[in-house]
C-alpha cells in the first residue's frame, strides 16, 4: 500500500487529452492518482511516470468505461493501493460526428456505451463507493449550447450527463459529496482535431470573443477547482469552459 493519508482521485481516459493534463495537476496538488485508459496503454504508463518523476503516487487501470465489471475492478485496484476513493473525474469520452439522418448504428451505439452507459457506470460505483466529503466532476460539453448540426447524438448524451449531474447532486445528500460538470468549447486536443480540416480548426478557433482554442490546461485548472476545498460549496452545476463563445 502506498499513501494511506492523502486523497485519491481516479480520472478516467486519463492516457490522453485533457484526462492526462487533469490527472497531472491532481497529482500536483496532493492527490494519488488512478490513470485510466482503455487502449492508450504506453500513454497511460507514462502520465504515471510523469507524475511519480514529480514525488506523486500514480497507478494506471486499464479499463473500458463502457464494460460494468471493469469499472468495479478498477474502483477494487484504487482501494487496494490507496485505501479508497475520494474524487472521480469522469473525463472519458469519444466524439463521433455526422447529421441524424446519416448515423450508422456503430456511431449511436459507441457513444451510447462510452459517453453515457460509462459515465452511469462510474457514477454508479462512486455513489456507492466515494469517501464522504469527495468530489465528482461530469464531462458535458458546450455544443449542449450550440447545437452546431452534427452534433446531435454526441450533444444529446452530454445533455443527459448535465441531467445526470444535478440529480445526482442531490442523491447524495447528507455526505458531503459534491457532483459538478465541466463543458469545455473546443478544446485542442485529438478528439476535437482528428478529422478536421485546417479552415474549419481555424473558424471554431476564432468563434469565442477570446479567439483561440481552449487548452487541456484551461481544463485542468478548473477541474482542480472543483475538487479543492475552496470549491466546497460548489455543487450541482455545469460549468461551461469555453472562451465565451456560447
Ligand atoms: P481525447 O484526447 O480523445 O482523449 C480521450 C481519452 O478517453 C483517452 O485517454 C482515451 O483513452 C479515453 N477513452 C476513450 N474511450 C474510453 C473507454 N471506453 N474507456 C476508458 N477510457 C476511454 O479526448 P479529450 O478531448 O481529452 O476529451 C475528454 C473529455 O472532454 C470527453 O468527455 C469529451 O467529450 C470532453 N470534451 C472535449 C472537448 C474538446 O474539444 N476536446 C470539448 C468538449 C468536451 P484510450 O486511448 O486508452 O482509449
Do not use: C
Amino acid at each position: 500500500m502506498k499513501n494511506q493519508h492523502t486523497k485519491t482521485a481516479i480520472v478516467t481516459g486519463a492516457s490522453r487529452g485533457i484526462g492526462a493534463e487533469v490527472a497531472q495537476r491532481l497529482a500536483r496538488n496532493g492527490f494519488n492518482l488512478i490513470v485510466n485508459y482503455s487502449g492508450s496503454e504506453e500513454a497511460a504508463s507514462k502520465i504515471v511516470n510523469n507524475i511519480e518523476r514529480a514525488g506523486g503516487n500514480a497507478i494506471s487501470a486499464k479499463a473500458d468505461v463502457s464494460d460494468v465489471a471493469a469499472v468495479k475492478r478498477m474502483f477494487d485496484s484504487a482501494e487496494t493501493a490507496f485505501g479508497g476513493v475520494d474524487v472521480l473525474v469522469n473525463n472519458a469520452g469519444i466524439m463521433k460526428l455526422a447529421k441524424l439522418a446519416d448515423s450508422d448504428d456503430g456511431l449511436i451505439d459507441s457513444q451510447i456505451a462510452i459517453n453515457f452507459k460509462g459515465t452511469i457506470n462510474t457514477l454508479r460505483e462512486a455513489a456507492n463507493r466515494l469517501q464522504d466529503g469527495g468530489t465528482i466532476v461530469n464531462f458535458s460539453t458546450s455544443v449542449v449550447g450550440l447545437y452546431l448540426e452534427n452534433y446531435s447524438i454526441y450533444a444529446a448524451i452530454k445533455a443527459g450527463i448535465e441531467t445526470l449531474t444535478k440529480i445526482m447532486a442531490k442523491e447524495l445528500r447528507g455526505r458531503s459529496i459534491t457532483v459538478n460538470a465541466v463543458a469545455p468549447g473546443p478544446t485542442a486536443t485529438d478528439l476535437f482535431l482528428n478529422g478536421k480540416s485546417a479552415e474549419v480548426i481555424d473558424k471554431m478557433s476564432k468563434a469565442p470573443p477570446l479567439e483561440r482554442l481552449g487548452t487541456p490546461e484551461d481544463i485542468g485548472n478548473i477541474v482542480a477547482f472543483l475538487a479543492s476545498e475552496e470549491a466546497g460549496w460548489i455543487n450541482g452545476q455545469i460549468i461551461r469552459a469555453n472562451g465565451g463563445v456560447v
